[in-house]
């Protein structure tokens, strides 16, 4: 290998601007990127410390809490899963994890790491677990966490809080809740509902570059954290310590990105001043038009019942003689949009098309059904001509109507 590389051969970067109809990251605001953009200023800058204060006050109002304890965490989602159980779970404890997908599977693995036992209560994928399974998993034990993920980003499926919180409070568990797939996009509250800790992904329904990790901890986690008998077994995702800097006294703990942080501060800007229930009513609507092309175009869902579809994750079934990646590869050279196969056992037999933040749009909704038929011709299943977008601008007309009908 040489050591030396002639410049020139590597051009100036200039990637290309996709519609990213995945499971995240989705694509940005344009202000999200003019706001990367300003310039850097210290960690301990005193400005950047005003800066600091605007993106918790933010964060709380997306997570609809007043804890103290609610920053980003400079780690992608997987660090919020990290965070949660390594400050939750040590030596003597038991946590229960529902598994119903890769990513409440990741959930049970991290936890594994720590010396707790792990039960898993399994679904299959494409179903939420019933919450009656964890009750019967913990009976007369003591459980210290109930986790699992508000949105599996997996199958595409949503799971309610409210059972589990029930559950939870009968075990005398915390109640961890993943909303990396969620937040900003699903209704959640979690002060109301009770949700002991609770974390995020910053490039998924936020719509800000991956990389961060919102998480925010009840007062009553916060003191089975201080009554722990043994040091949390990270350093770097000891939430005592990263609080030294997200609290108020400001102490170093680690270089945080401060880019990334502006970029969030600007997405949660435009997530409060669009208002979390028209957000909301924004993804379910979006999202039923999409559903509404699909199943028109002859195309099948793998999460059969409606109350159980993520409203950010479409997860579609790959027809028989259909070739996975040749439709995705046509989809991102003939239209420049993305979207993600399936994870795991879902591997070649579903595509998985997110309608999540700045994606979640009336135009991309029309564009995606339009480009799908295509490409669906083009490699040889006979789609009915139109139907997917006729069914698509039905379902607004409907929504519409329906709108109508509330504000009167
Ligand atoms: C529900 C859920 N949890 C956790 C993660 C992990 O997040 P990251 O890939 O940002 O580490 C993901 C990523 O897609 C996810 O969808």
Known sequence: MTLHIDPQSIGELNPPNRLMLTPG???????????????????????????????????????????????????SGSGGIEASVVNSLEEG????????????????????HTAAKVTKVEAPYGKPVDAEDVRRAGKGRKIKIVGFAQGETSSGVLTQIEPFRKVADELGALLVVDTVASLAAVPLHVDRERVDICFSGTQKAISAPPGMSPITVSPRAEEAFRNRKTKVQSWYFDLATAMNYWGKERLYHHTPPVSLIYALREAMRIVVEEGLPARWERHRVNQLALIAGIEAMGLELLVKKPADRLPTVTAVMIPGGIDD???????????????????????????????MGHCSQKPYVLLFLAALEKTLLDQGLRVPSGAGVGAAVQSYAQARTEAVGVSR
Request: charged fraction near 20%; aromatic fraction near 6%; glycine fraction near 6%.
């Open 93 to 112: 404890d038991e946590a229960i994890i529902c598994v119903n997908g890769v990513f409440s599977e990741r959930m049970a693995v991290i936890a594994s």
């Open 325 to 355: 990646a040749k439709v995705r590869n046509q989809l991102l050279d003939e239209f420049n949009i993305e979207i993600a196969g399936g994870l795991g056992p879902l591997k070649a037999k579903i595509w998985r098309v997110g309608l």
């Open 25 to 75: 990251p989705s694509s940005m605001d344009p202000r999200v990127y003019r706001a990367l953009a300003t310039p850097l200023v210290g960690h301990l800058d005193p400005w950047f410390k005003g800066c600091m204060d605007d993106t918790q006050v933010l964060l709380r109002q997306i997570f609809q809490t007043e804890n103290r304890l609610t920053m980003p965490l400079s780690a």
